[in-house]
């Protein structure tokens, strides 16, 4: 167990929708990163939040968002879905920038 | 930006048997290469990790080495197990001015046969 809480598990969805996805950090880790993992793409990063600020962005979508609030747990909200946006979505969270990350064990989802 | 290439994308062992899985990276700057094991539902987990200013790590059974000159480094699992069986992937952060923005190679799937 890596200490990232990652809900929900699964989620499906129709396209069009918007959906949010909640992560929470191990205790006393202040870094949030947010990961998609798909079969064509591999892992990518979409975006890395410290202490509530936003510090890294990736190859994010501008239909994706993000924030992370002050008791440092993350939300990814993903709108106007796609099919292709069906894919795993991960969060890690780390004490600092540079540190080692530690992942969840991610929400699968899946677009219809 | 940071490109990183891993290689096999396969491998399949015997039981006790060596595993050894290689990646380059493009990114002269990165100072960061951590190693990590996803099993099949489950998030990438971080098995063992270098930094830019050590040549080797070991840890138990699973050792990683670098080389900055040729920007490759390597990960080496020695008697393997076939609870080591899993997807591996080596990742970097290329840059002091990167954050945490790893970047992942394409992963290794590996097979330990009882």
């Known amino acids: 167990d890596s200490g990232v809480t990652q809900t929900p598990k699964h989620l499906i969805t129709a396209t069009g929708q918007r959906v949010t996805l909640r992560c929470s950090p191990r205790s006393g880790d202040l870094s949030v990163y947010w990961y998609q993992q798909s079969l064509d793409q591999g892992l990518q990063f979409l975006i890395q939040?410290?202490?509530?600020?936003?510090?890294a962005k990736g190859n994010i979508l501008e239909r994706f968002s993000a924030q992370q609030f002050p008791d440092l747990h993350s939300e990814l909200n993903l709108s106007s879905l796609e099919l292709g946006d069906s894919a795993l979505y991960f969060c890690?969270?780390?004490?600092?920038?540079?540190?080692?990350?530690?992942f969840g064990d991610g929400t699968r989802l899946s677009i219809l | 930006g940071e490109n990183v290439e891993q290689h096999p994308s396969t491998l399949s062992v015997q039981e006790g048997d060596s595993a050894v899985i290689k990646c380059t990276y493009s990114?002269?700057?990165?100072?960061?290469f951590p190693w990590y094991k996803q099993e099949l539902g489950k998030g990438p987990q971080l098995i063992i990790d270098i930094r830019s200013n050590v040549g080797e790590k070991k840890d138990q059974r699973i050792a990683v080495t670098l080389n900055k000159t040729a920007k490759h480094f390597s990960l080496h699992i020695t008697e393997t197990q076939p609870e080591d069986s899993a997807v591996y992937f080596c990742a970097a952060i290329p840059g002091w001015t990167s954050y945490g923005k790893l970047t992942f190679g394409q992963g290794t799937i590996l097979t330990v046969h009882p």
């Open positions: 939040y410290y202490n509530g600020e936003e510090r």
């Open positions: 990114d002269s700057a990165s100072n960061y």
């Open positions: 890690a969270s780390s004490v600092g920038q540079g540190q080692p990350q530690h």
